[in-house]
Structure formats: structure tokens, C-alpha cells
């Protein structure tokens, strides 16, 4: 194989590497997601007053071995309005109406005719 065949290869099997760490990572964090949002229904914490205190979110600078998804799904969570988070930490599940939903996402709901 000459030089400049080889080194193409090697940049396609690296960014094909790239991009299949990338679906991993994606993929753990909606693992994450999913547990996060069982773990919020099963403790009932669907206000500020039933907020769950969730241990593993909190990211540990000593911590040596697998990475930590929780703490980024957690976020991610509230930045989307999943999930909300009370000034000491802990954190609910935001319950929406389907109104909400569909407002989100641009409907407007069943029109009345006139």
C-alpha cells in the first residue's frame, strides 16, 4: 500500500473512532437520563417541597475510574426544564401539562371553529 493510501485509512478509522465515542457518550447519558428521571418518580419529588437530595450527581474531583454521566445528564435535565433544582441542591421532577408540551412544541392545540 503506498504512503498516502495508509495515512487516508488512518484518518478514517480515527474519525470513525471519534464518532463512535461520541454515540457512547450519548447513549450513557441517556442511560443516565432514564435512571435519574425512575429515581425522581419512585422517591415522588414532583415539586420544590418533595425535592430528593441525589448523591450521585454531585461530581467528585478524587474520584478515580469510569466517568460520572449522572451529574451531566442531571444538567442537562434542567437546563430543559425536565428537571428542577431548589437553592439547597436537591432536585424534582418538573411535571407539565400537555397544554405545556404543545406549546413547546409550537402547536396550538384543537382549534374551535366559529
Known amino acids: 500500500m503506498s504512503e498516502n493510501v495508509q495515512i487516508v485509512l488512518g ?4 474519525a ?5 465515542t461520541r454515540y457512547v457518550v450519548a447513549w450513557q447519558i441517556k442511560r443516565a437520563t432514564g435512571a435519574i428521571i425512575r429515581d425522581l418518580q419512585r422517591h415522588e419529588a414532583v415539586d420544590p417541597i418533595t425535592a430528593v437530595d441525589l448523591p450521585y450527581t454531585k461530581q467528585n474531583p478524587l474520584r ?9 445528564a442531571i444538567e442537562y435535565m434542567v437546563n430543559e ?3 428542577g433544582k431548589t437553592g439547597s441542591g436537591k432536585y424534582y421532577l ?9 406549546n413547546d412544541s409550537g402547536e396550538t392545540g384543537p382549534q374551535r371553529q366559529t
Open 11 to 14: 484518518l478514517l478509522v480515527l
Open 16 to 20: 470513525g473512532i471519534f464518532v463512535l
Open 64 to 72: 478515580i475510574g469510569m466517568r460520572n454521566y449522572y451529574a451531566k
Open 81 to 83: 426544564g425536565v428537571a
Open 94 to 102: 418538573q411535571v407539565r401539562s400537555s397544554r405545556e408540551q404543545a
